[in-house]
């Protein structure tokens, strides 16, 4: 939506959108033909609409834009390289864009979930019950964490609270990005959630 045709001058954007494809391939083995729908999902949105806003912010001089990226934007994620390569590519676009407007008193920042309950992830479902006491291993704080434990980091980033934070990246994870990773199972895939770590 081109800035021009705005009725109102927006102060706050939350780029929410991502999407990988189930089940993980190796990148030899991935389809070209999903890379440009990865693309768009996962980084092409969040340039078209903050491309769209920002000149408004720019005018009022404030503004927070918010990216929703991934922990998987800084370790890998076996099965799912360009998903991974697309948040890596959001962060970053986050850190320069940042450097770019700050002057004009608008912030942008990125927050990394992991371990987040969400229908596209069912930890629920995926976690059978006689493992959930594992949750404590799997990570710091334990687990999983609730869409409302990424809400107020949202909250955080958008409000003054943050007025002097720009071009960082908040992990709401649990602490999964300082503790660990992906480890291969016996059958051959990943898992971030190992029964014997």
Same mark, same amino acid.
């Given at each position: ?20 494809? &189930? ?51 800084? &370790? ?65 704080? #334990? ?23 720009? =071009? ?5 994870? #649990? ?10 199972? =016996? ?11």
């Amino acid at each position: 939506m081109p800035a021009e045709i705005l009725d109102f001058d927006p102060d706050i954007a939350v780029n929410n959108v991502g999407h990988f494809i &189930r089940p993980p391939t190796s990148f030899v083995d991935a389809d070209p033909s999903e890379w440009a729908r990865l693309h768009d999902i996962n980084f092409g949105y969040a340039l078209r609409t903050t491309h769209a806003l920002l000149p408004a912010m720019i005018r009022a001089r404030r503004g927070a834009v918010i990216n929703l990226t991934s922990v998987e934007a800084h &370790r890998a994620i076996p099965g799912h390289t360009v998903y991974s390569a697309y948040k890596a590519a959001l962060m970053q676009f986050t850190r320069s864009v940042a450097a770019e407007v700050g002057h004009y008193g608008v912030r942008v920042n990125a927050i990394a979930p992991d371990l987040i309950e969400t229908p596209q992830v069912p930890y629920a479902d995926l976690v059978p019950r006689e493992h959930e006491h594992m949750w404590e291993r799997w990570s710091p704080l #334990g687990g999983p964490g609730q869409p409302v434990d990424v809400a107020g980091a949202a909250v955080f980033l958008a409000s003054d609270l943050s007025r002097f934070t720009t =071009g960082t990246t908040v992990h709401v994870g #649990g602490g999964t990005e300082v503790a660990g990773g992906w480890f291969r199972r =016996g059958d051959g895939g990943w898992t971030n959630r190992p029964l014997n770590p």
